[in-house]
């Protein structure tokens, strides 16, 4: 069984200074800091909807068009990020070409799958096993900043080979929509509320809720922090 949640209890943490507070309707002002004071994210669903739904129209582009092009001496060249990894197993760096695959494709793909996977949980009521849902949110946290892998080593083999004035590295096109994926997803991740998961999950538990007390103004501040 799920405890109440503080929504449930008329009560908001403050981002800013952690006080809890309580409120007499979805929105006020942190008594001590004077912040904003939302029991939800505003439009967190919509905005985290419309994060998702760009990623994946990019997420084609990142991967169809070039990430690199070289110019040397000996011609020109563009490479995506299949190819590149193609040419990496090829050529016998197996352990980079796996690493980079994982972090450029699956990481980026099972990202965008994870979360329109939680978008679509906490609109089935009751949901179950909220648990390993708000997990699944704290493990697209930590993996998201492996996505940018392939932005690193385009940066870094720029740098290197315009050092020794061997050839001319420059980043193409599907690097930018590639790095607009990732920035895209972390902002999704940003703008799902994660508390939604256990409000989905408190319908079975109804009743264990307690009933909220209305407070006598906006926010009216309680002996509790946050922090």
Request: positive net charge; charged residues 15%; glycine residues 8%.
């Amino acid at each position: 069984m799920n405890g109440p949640s503080a929504a449930s209890l008329g009560l908001a943490g403050c981002h800013d200074c952690g006080l809890v507070s309580r409120l007499s309707g979805h929105d006020g002002a942190c008594p001590r800091c004077g912040a904003a004071l939302h029991r939800r994210k505003p439009d967190s669903l919509g905005r985290a909807w419309a994060l998702v739904i760009a990623s994946y129209i990019l997420y084609v582009p990142a991967n169809l068009l070039p990430i690199m092009e070289t110019s040397s001496l000996f011609g020109a060249q563009s490479d995506t990020i299949l190819s590149g990894v193609v040419f990496l197993w090829r050529s016998g760096s197996r352990d980079l070409a796996l690493i980079v695959f994982v972090a450029s494709v699956v990481v980026p793909l099972s990202k965008l799958f994870a979360l329109t996977w939680l978008l679509l949980a906490v609109r089935r009521r009751p949901l179950r096993q909220p648990l390993q849902s708000a997990r699944l949110y704290r493990a697209i946290e930590v993996v998201g900043k492996w996505s940018m892998l392939d932005i690193y080593v385009v940066a870094l083999l720029a740098t290197v080979v315009k050092f020794q004035s061997l050839a001319s590295i420059t980043a193409a096109p599907g690097a930018v929509a590639f790095g607009a994926v990732v920035i895209l997803t972390m902002l999704a991740a940003q703008a799902f509320d994660p508390r939604l998961i256990w409000d989905a999950a408190e319908v079975r538990d109804a009743p264990a809720t307690a009933d909220a007390t209305p407070g006598a103004g906006p926010a009216a501040a309680i002996t509790m922090d946050a922090r």
